[in-house]
Every structure is written in structure tokens, then in C-alpha cells.
């Protein structure tokens, strides 16, 4: 069964700039949470996606936002980049409780 | 809120020594609690999971333990490979918010030959 998979793997955007990630759940997942890890921050919830609603939100500003789609793929948008934006960006998805990563994307904002 | 507690890493140890990484918790209710394991430029992968009191978790020799008394979730490991070097998550998850994984700061282990 293939993995979760997130695309791209690397990104680097200037400031100002907005930027959309890619998330594919394993097949027969309908959930999808998003974290950002960051070497202060540690790993930080974001939001989290089941069957097309966002049922869970953490702490950040409106500048990030997800959405997910009919066949349970998950993108997330972050508007107007700040260089504290610089993170790894982590998918999951699960069926149940259990939830399973994506290899992350780097993002690099200079 | 529900939070997680690690031990402050890094952990250095020797090929074949037995391995304790403390984790406790703060949580409402029942929360589920997690084990995870990311190797250097990779996603997060679980290593084991416990969803109630005192039920053991185990893979690939690691083992814990769901201590309600204690809130406690410590990882041990009776003989570390120098393929065991990571950085070791400890999680919850609590019953009314079933996506949102709640992560402790990490543990790097690095095992020396």
C-alpha cells in the first residue's frame, strides 16, 4: 500500500509571496492533519481535514489555510510568507486514531 | 490544555546499552499515547502505541507502558543499535479531538559503536 505522499519535497519563496503544499492520504484515508516542525517550535499542529470539512484548527493566524478535496487529498496555502515561515511541513493521514507521515516539505522563505 | 513532557536530549549511548526515554503527560479523560521516530531528513514514522491504562506498546524492541497513576509513557529498550540513532517523539491524542496529535519536544539518541 503506498504512503502518504507530499509534494513537492523543497521549496524556497521570498517574502510576500504565497505558497501551496500537496498532500495524498493512503488509500481509504479520509483524515488529513497538517503540523509544521521548526527547531524553537517543535512540532505544531495545524489544522486538520475529514471528508472535505475542517474539523480541528490550531493556533495559527488566517494566513494558513487548508482545504480537502472529494477524494481525500489535502493542500494547504500560506499567504504572504514571513521568514519565521522557514519549516518542514508535515502531512498525516488516518483512518482511526493512528496516524501516519508524509516524508514533509521543506519550505525556505529568504 | 493537554501537553507532553520529554526528556531534554541529546541522549549519547553505547552500542548494545539499555535505553529509558521518560515521557509524561497532562491530558482530560483518556488520551491515546503515541510513540514516534524520525531519522535524519525524513517524516515521522510510529513506532508504538497504547490507547488505555496499562496496556504495553511494542515494536522492533521498544516497549512502554500507559501509567495513568503516574501520567507516564516512558520508551525503553534493553539493547540499542547504532541504527536506533533518531530523534524519538513522544504523543497524545485526546478523545474529543481525534486529529490533532499533541508532540513533546523530541529526544535525539545517538548510539555510538
Known amino acids: 500500500k503506498a504512503g502518504v505522499t507530499q509534494t513537492p519535497r523543497y521549496l524556497i519563496k521570498t517574502r510576500g509571496q504565497q505558497v501551496t503544499l500537496s498532500c495524498s492520504p493512503i488509500s481509504g484515508h479520509r483524515s488529513v492533519s497538517w503540523y509544521q516542525q521548526t527547531p524553537g517550535q517543535g512540532l505544531q499542529f495545524l489544522f486538520e481535514y475529514f471528508s472535505e470539512t475542517q474539523r480541528n484548527k490550531g493556533n495559527f493566524p488566517g494566513r494558513f489555510s487548508g482545504r480537502q478535496f472529494s477524494n481525500s487529498r489535502s493542500e494547504m496555502n500560506v499567504s504572504t510568507l514571513e521568514l519565521g515561515d522557514s519549516a518542514l511541513y508535515l502531512c498525516?493521514?488516518?483512518?482511526?486514531?493512528?496516524?501516519?507521515f508524509g516524508p514533509g516539505t521543506r519550505l525556505t522563505v529568504t | 490544555g493537554n501537553s507532553v513532557t520529554q526528556m531534554e536530549g541529546p541522549v549519547t549511548l553505547s552500542e548494545e546499552a539499555f535505553l529509558t526515554i521518560n515521557c509524561t503527560y497532562t491530558a482530560t479523560g483518556y488520551p491515546s499515547l503515541f510513540w514516534y521516530v524520525q531519522y535524519p531528513g525524513e517524516g515521522l514514522q510510529l513506532l508504538l502505541k497504547?490507547?488505555?491504562?496499562?496496556d504495553k506498546g511494542s515494536n522492533k524492541g521498544f516497549e512502554a507502558t500507559y501509567r495513568k497513576e503516574t501520567t507516564s509513557f516512558h520508551l525503553e529498550k534493553g539493547s540499542v543499535q547504532v541504527s536506533d540513532s533518531a530523534v524519538y517523539f513522544c504523543?497524545?491524542?485526546?478523545?474529543?479531538?481525534?486529529?490533532?496529535?499533541?508532540f513533546g519536544q523530541g529526544t535525539e539518541l545517538s548510539v555510538k559503536p
Open positions: 504523543a497524545l491524542i485526546s478523545g474529543n479531538q481525534g486529529g490533532k496529535l499533541i
Open positions: 497504547a490507547t488505555k491504562a496499562d
Open positions: 498525516a493521514s488516518s483512518r482511526d486514531y493512528e496516524q501516519y
